[in-house]
T-cell receptor, first 114, second 113 residues
Framework: NAGVTQTPKFQVLKTGQSMTLQCAQD?????MSWYRQDPGMGLRLIHY???????DQGEVPNGYNVSRSTTEDFPLRLLSAAPSQTSVYFC?????????????FGPGTRLTVT | AQSVTQLGSHVSVSEGALVLLRCNYS??????LFWYVQYPNQGLQLLLK??????LVKGINGFEAEFKKSETSFHLTKPSAHMSDAAEYFC???????????FGQGTRLTINP
């Protein structure tokens, strides 16, 4: 299993540009989520999904859009990039129920908005 | 609302010394608690988790944590630090299992030779 994969690893955008961060998992997990990591603030939940066709907002959803058309993929869209969105973005997945009680994290995408 | 406070953004210990990283949480329901480790330029890896079974939880790499409800704490310890333990450590809480984690701000652990 590849686990959780994210592309690209690095990205530089200009203010106002849009882009999609890709996330895929091959563990047949129902739950997927996006976090952003900023220095001194830990990780904060952006959006999450409990299954194909179902998404919901987390703590910091503004400026981001998600969709979940398949179990495997959960892309994160930046609609109009702003310098405040400079961050490291992590995708994670887990089973919704069961005893595993663990989220598996991808390697991250480092985004810089100039 | 859930929240996590990690006391000390930086902790420095000597190789072979005790490692103690502090985590306090707030939750309106019995919580699920986690410690994750992040090595430079990598994602997060689960160290250990508390899911209402034993209050003393053993994890990977010799780490353990004790859930103390009366103190709302879940401190991470390791008896003897290794150079390879240098990393950033995150405590997280959830009211719904493994989902919708709320993270602390992180503690960077430095090991001195």
């Amino acid at each position: 299993n590849a686990g959780v994969t994210q592309t690209p690893k690095f990205q530089v955008l200009k203010t106002g540009q849009s882009m999609t961060l890709q996330c895929a998992q091959d563990m047949n997990h129902e739950y997927m989520s996006w976090y952003r990591q900023d220095p001194g603030m830990g990780l904060r939940l952006i959006h999450y999904s409990v299954g194909a066709g179902i998404t919901d907002q987390g703590e910091v959803p503004n400026g981001y859009n998600v969709s979940r058309s398949t179990t495997e993929d959960f892309p994160l869209r930046l609609l109009s990039a702003a310098p405040s969105q400079t961050s490291v973005y992590f995708c994670a997945s887990s089973r919704v129920a069961g005893e595993s009680y663990e989220q598996y994290f991808g390697p991250g995408t480092r985004l810089t908005v100039t | 609302a859930q929240s996590v406070t990690q006391l000390g953004s930086h902790v420095s210990v000597s190789e072979g010394a005790l490692v103690l990283l502090r985590c306090n949480y707030s939750s309106s329901v019995p919580p699920y608690l986690f410690w994750y480790v992040q090595y430079p330029n990598q994602g997060l890896q689960l160290l250990l988790k508390y899911t209402s079974a034993a209050t003393l939880v053993k994890g990977i790499n010799g780490f353990e944590a004790e859930f103390k409800k009366s103190e709302t704490s879940f401190h991470l310890t390791k008896p003897s630090a290794h150079m390879s333990d240098a990393a950033e450590y995150f405590c997280a809480v959830s009211e719904t299992g493994a989902q919708k984690l709320v993270f602390g701000q992180g503690t960077r652990l430095t090991i001195n030779p």
